[in-house]
């Protein structure tokens, strides 16, 4: 990969959000600080970013939104009443959040309109994930359910009765699995059959997971400890000490010739992290560090479109086109991905 910008954004106890520039470089990544902000009343729950926006979740019921392109605050979502439990984007397009009042929400970025606003949960919602396809998203809430939801219509497709609360539900790059964490506990679900192919069990509560690959997921929780899980084995195949206290989240990215995964703890230090991921895997090695002294809560690496979009020309900046390419994490393919078809609830 060639010298690049990219960025790193956390959230803190503090109500600050903080954004560091990365540089680069054969063998050393830099980070640079590049911004704070103080928009938020209480400390922060959730962050994500697209290829232009950051948006940010917190106990004070806001989202607040960051024009990365501009550089500049982009104004505030307000429909939520409970804190902001789970943010994600679906490529540029469109934004989905979940939080404490029980509500899944679906934004488009282009006016940052809310285009529905689904009861999900009786209780909380927990945690969210949209299907790469964008067909389907699953949610797990306080109300110990897992449930599937027909992004097409906006309807429930299909409500899974769990016996405790999950906290966190991802699929993977390619969509053919899902994994759910309880406490300390990954179930691993086949899509095809909706039933659990496997458990892991980790030796602390999980706060933070991210697929690097289709079959390689990175586990975080209440130690400093990071532990690789082959989804497909369901059995652990790598464990570093990351950090010096609890690791409080992940997130990772894929260049051309390796993963770059991202981890942020409570000791105050954002850390990036080189895997090849290969049979055999080898512990991975410390790209670059930062300690930004504040106590982290939530990270979200922020890709531009230059980064990305190696080939294409770059992307526009709201895109309205019936289709755009994105880069699958994980995977060194693009995928088209039809909006209107499939997402014609999102479309409106």
């Not at 230090?269 to 790209?287: A, C, D, G």
Request: net charge positive; proline share 2%.
């Amino acid at each position: 990969m060639a010298a690049a910008v990219l960025g790193l954004v956390a959230g803190s106890y503090e109500q600050i959000i903080v954004g560091y520039r990365v540089k680069t470089g054969e063998k050393e990544w830099t980070a640079e600080a590049d911004f704070t902000h103080h928009t938020h009343t209480a400390s922060i729950s959730a962050v994500a970013a697209s290829q232009r926006f950051v948006v940010t979740g917190s106990k004070d019921e806001t989202i607040q939104l960051y024009d990365m392109k501009k550089r500049t605050e982009h104004g505030a979502l307000l429909h939520h009443d409970g804190t902001i439990t789970c943010l994600q984007f679906y490529g540029d397009s469109h934004l989905l959040s979940g939080a404490e009042d029980g509500l899944m929400c679906v934004w488009s970025t282009k006016k940052w309109e809310c285009l529905k606003s689904i009861k999900a949960h009786k209780g909380h919602v927990t945690s969210l994930s949209v299907h790469p396809s964008g067909k389907l998203a699953l949610s797990v809430g306080t109300d110990k359910t897992l449930r599937t939801w027909n992004l097409v219509n906006g309807r429930s497709a299909f409500i899974k009765n769990i016996k405790q609360n999950a906290h966190i539900v991802r699929w993977s790059p390619d969509g053919d699995k899902y994994v759910v964490v309880i406490n300390d506990k990954v179930d691993i679900y086949k899509l095809e059959t909706a039933s659990v192919t496997g458990t892991i069990t980790n030796p602390k509560r999980i706060s933070s997971l991210k697929f690097l690959n289709n079959s390689i997921l990175a586990v975080a929780g209440d130690d400093e400890s990071v532990r690789l899980c082959d989804v497909e084995k369901a059995k652990w195949v790598c464990e570093f000490k990351a950090h010096e206290t609890r690791v409080k989240a992940v997130d990772s990215f894929t260049t051309e010739d390796y993963c770059v995964l991202v981890t942020a703890s409570n000791d105050g230090f954002i850390k990036m992290w080189k895997i090849h991921l290969k049979e055999k895997l080898e512990s991975p090695t410390l790209l670059g560090e930062v300690n930004t002294s504040a106590r982290l809560t939530c990270l979200a690496v922020w890709i531009p479109s230059s980064v990305q979009q190696t080939d294409e020309k770059p992307a526009s900046e709201a895109t309205t086109s019936k289709a755009s390419t994105l880069t699958i994490t994980g995977s060194r393919k693009t995928c088209q991905i039809f909006m209107v078809p499939t997402l014609n609830l999102l479309n409106k």
